[in-house]
C-alpha cells in the first residue's frame, strides 16, 4: 500500500474542488491550504479542518506537506510551481500548465532538477468512456483518421470576468486567452490525446460579446501529424451554454459524443459497439460495475491525485506529465498566432 502523502492547495476557487477530491482520495490528507484573499482563506480552514497560510513562501516551510496543488491564476502557474519544487514539493498543476511554451520550460526543468513528481489536471483523460475510445483508435479500430471535429459552446456572464477573482480572466497577462485557453483547453487536450499530435493550425479569433481583452470565440482548422483535418471552435458566447460535441471519423467507423454522452459509435465489433452504448449511450443499460469494471465512474481530480500518490511510491512517471500537457497549450498558442498573422502556423514554430 502506497504511504500516505500530506497535500496543500494554493489558491481558493478552483482549488476547492482540488480540496474535496484530496479529501475523497485514498492515501492523500490535506493539511494546508492558501490564499491571498483572508475571507476565502479562513472559510478554507474552517470548511476543510487544516492549517491555513496567506503566503506561499512561509507555506513552503512547512516540513509536514508533500504534495502543492497549483490553483492560481493560470499565468501564474509556472512561477508558483517552481517555488513549491525548489522546496522539495511534489506537484499537480491545474490546466494550463501555464499559458505559453516558454513559461512551461522552466518549470519543466526546475521539477527534472529538484526530482519531484509533477501531476497536470486534465480530468477527461481519466474518463472511462474516453479511455476506451482511445484504446480502440490505438488498435486500429477506426481505421485511418479523416476527420476530427469539436465544439465548445460554452457562456460566461459578464461578471464572470470582473471583481476581485474574476478581473485576471480574459486577460492575456494572467489567463492566456480567453474562451480557447481557458475552458476550450480540455477539448483541446482531448482531441490530440484521442487523434495523436497536430502538425500545423490555421486559427481567427474576436471579442464578440463581452468587455475583456482576449478572445471569447475562437475557430480554427487542424491539421494533424497522421494527416487527418479538424476544426474546433470555443467560444463563451453560447446563450444558453451547451456542452462540449466531439465527432471523429476514420475509413473504418466514426463516434459522436455529446458532453459526457456517447450519440453513437460505429467502429470495432457488434460486442464493443453494444457494450459502449450500454455504458455511455443516452439509454444506458442497468448494468453497473459488478458486471462491467469501466462501468464505473469517479472524480477525475480525485484520481489525479491517487495517481500522483503511486507515483511517488513507485518512484514512477505521473498519468499526465508536464510533457504531455504541454501540447494543448502550443496548440493554443499557434491558433493564436494564426489569428494575428494571417498565416498557417506550424506547432514547430512555436515549441520550446
Not at 36 to 60: T, V
Not at 274 to 282: A, I, S, V
Request: glycine share 10%; aromatic share 6%; hydrophobic share 35%.
Amino acid at each position: 500500500m502506497a504511504k500516505k502523502l500530506n497535500f496543500a492547495v494554493l489558491g481558493l476557487g478552483m482549488g476547492g474542488h482540488h480540496c474535496k477530491a484530496i479529501i475523497k482520495a485514498k492515501n492523500a490528507n490535506l493539511v494546508a491550504v492558501c490564499d491571498i484573499d483572508e475571507e476565502r482563506l479562513k472559510k478554507g480552514e474552517k470548511q476543510y479542518k487544516c492549517k491555513g497560510y496567506k503566503s506561499l513562501a512561509k507555506m513552503l516551510k512547512d516540513p509536514e506537506i508533500d504534495v502543492v496543488n497549483i490553483c492560481t491564476e493560470s499565468g501564474n502557474h509556472a512561477k508558483h510551481g517552481i517555488m513549491a519544487a525548489r522546496a522539495g514539493k511534489h506537484l499537480i498543476v491545474e490546466k494550463p500548465v501555464d499559458i505559453t511554451p516558454e513559461r512551461i520550460k522552466p518549470l519543466r526543468d526546475a521539477v527534472k532538477k529538484e526530482g519531484v513528481k509533477c501531476g497536470c489536471i486534465f480530468q477527461s483523460r481519466m474518463n472511462n468512456c474516453n479511455i476506451l475510445i482511445r484504446r480502440a483508435i490505438g488498435k486500429g479500430k477506426m481505421g485511418n483518421l479523416i476527420g476530427v471535429h469539436a465544439l465548445l459552446p460554452w457562456y460566461r456572464a459578464q461578471g464572470y470576468y470582473e471583481g476581485a477573482h474574476g478581473s485576471w480572466k480574459g486577460t492575456w497577462r494572467l489567463d492566456g486567452g480567453g474562451s480557447l485557453m481557458n475552458q476550450g483547453i480540455h477539448t483541446v487536450d482531448l482531441i490530440q490525446w484521442l487523434a495523436g499530435p497536430v502538425e500545423s493550425v490555421s486559427g481567427f479569433y474576436g471579442v464578440f460579446n463581452h468587455k475583456i481583452q482576449a478572445e471569447d470565440q475562437t475557430v480554427a482548422i487542424l491539421r494533424f501529424k497522421n494527416g487527418a483535418l479538424g476544426t474546433l471552435a470555443t467560444t463563451t458566447c453560447s446563450i444558453p451554454g451547451r456542452d462540449q460535441t466531439l465527432y471523429m471519423m476514420g475509413s473504418k467507423g466514426s463516434f459522436l459524443k455529446y458532453g459526457g454522452t456517447l450519440q453513437c459509435y460505429e467502429m470495432d465489433s457488434p460486442k464493443q459497439r453494444k457494450r459502449m452504448l450500454d455504458l455511455f449511450g443516452e439509454k444506458k443499460t442497468d448494468k453497473g460495475i459488478s458486471s462491467d469494471p469501466m462501468a464505473v465512474s469517479a472524480d477525475g481530480h480525485m484520481l489525479i491525485v491517487e495517481d500522483l500518490v503511486r507515483a511517488v511510491d513507485k518512484d514512477r512517471d505521473p498519468v499526465i506529465t508536464i510533457e504531455s500537457a504541454t501540447h494543448s497549450v502550443e496548440i493554443a498558442c499557434a491558433i493564436f498566432k494564426s489569428s494575428r498573422t494571417g498565416k498557417a502556423v506550424k506547432i514547430k514554430d512555436v515549441r520550446k
